[in-house]
């Protein structure tokens, strides 16, 4: 995605006020209440436990926090609200090029957004591929 000027953005994001006493809130609550989870996730990720990653709760706190930026004025002024969904196409388009040009590919991705409901692998099925759990 190009943006037009960047240094300009640049600067005005970093004038931009942020509203980001929710994303921080949520962060300390996490690290406060989380930490059992969080090593049983990392473990479950470590290991490809797949059906424990996905009946681990959702990690919302960073949610909160790229809602942050994505309501920020400056983000809604320039059109760049769509930027994830547009991210998620590109990788989509990137993925059936790859599984067609090559026998077998490789993706790194964060557990939250394969996983989700709506996430990569959802998808991936949703266009009739079959995925497999490791």
């Known amino acids: 995605m190009k943006v037009e000027k960047p240094r300009e953005a640049i600067r005005a994001f970093k004038q ?3 509203s980001d006493v929710e994303c921080f809130a949520r962060t300390i609550e996490r690290l406060e209440s989380d930490l059992d989870l969080m090593r049983v996730r990392a ?5 490809g ?12 706190q960073a949610s909160a926090c790229i809602a942050v930026v994505m309501n920020s004025s400056l983000v809604q002024e320039r059109g760049l609200a769509e930027v994830p969904e547009r991210a998620t196409v590109a990788w989509l388009e990137a993925a059936d090029a790859a599984l067609a040009r090559n026998a077998s590919t490789l993706a790194v991705l964060s557990p939250e957004r394969t996983l989700a409901p709506d996430g990569y692998l959802a998808r991936l099925t949703a266009r009739g591929y079959v995925v497999q759990d490791p």
Do not use: E
């Open 43 to 47: 473990n479950a990720w470590a290991t």
């Open 49 to 60: 436990d797949v059906a424990t990653l996905r009946r681990l709760a959702p990690v919302d």
């Open 16 to 18: 931009a006020p942020l």
